[in-house]
């Protein structure tokens, strides 16, 4: 399997609390909901949905399990179904089995590891949607496959980044690009090997 990276972020890099306003607050964020906030973005949705619907799972850190399964088990939407249904795999070093969520399985102790026998095993791509410590500390270690980007045209200037100070140095390829009627571009980007 590939790991590939789903996420919006600004032009500015900020990753943090795309979709509402009490996403993530971590650090005095107040800037949450910013890419719902824009409007539905027919494009995005089209693009998420190609990749997600042909998904072995998704893999996830610790704060984007707990986030995830908090608000998308209350809402009355298809997301939630398939979120069920779905494979998670969860990055995580201080939970522990059992895992609330259906279909979950905890990768713990040596978290690349897992990560790559992962990678190992045939079938469609895993996803990763926020987790961006867990992007973080995969990226160096080659095991992201590819990022699919929607970059928003929007400087929120505070929050947390895809791509920190101090990140590993990394080439990406562009695969595909494509500007949507709101200004967003969807961006492709592989790693250089």
Known sequence: MRIVVINHVTLDGVMQGPGR???????????????????GDEAVTRAWGRRLAA??????????YQDVLAHWNTQDSPFRD?????????ASNTLAQPL?????????????????ELKRIPGHDLHIMGSGALIQSLSPL??????????????????????TNGFAPTTLDLADAAPTATGVIIASYR???
């Not at 306003?21 to 409007?39: L, N, P, V």
């Not at 998904?55 to 984007?64: D, H, Q």
């Open 21 to 39: 306003r009490d996403e993530d607050t971590r650090d005095g964020f107040t800037q949450g909901g910013w890419a719902a906030a824009r409007g």
């Open 55 to 64: 998904s072995s799972g998704y893999l996830m850190g610790r704060r984007t």
């Open 82 to 90: 398939a979120l069920n249904n779905a494979p998670k795999y969860v």
């Open 100 to 116: 609330p969520w259906p279909r979950s399985t905890l990768l713990s102790g040596d978290i690349p590891a897992a990560i790559a």
């Open 142 to 163: 080659g095991l992201i496959d590819e990022y699919l980007l929607c970059v928003h045209p929007l400087v929120l200037g505070t929050g947390h980044r895809l791509f």
């Open 191 to 193: 790693p250089r090997t």
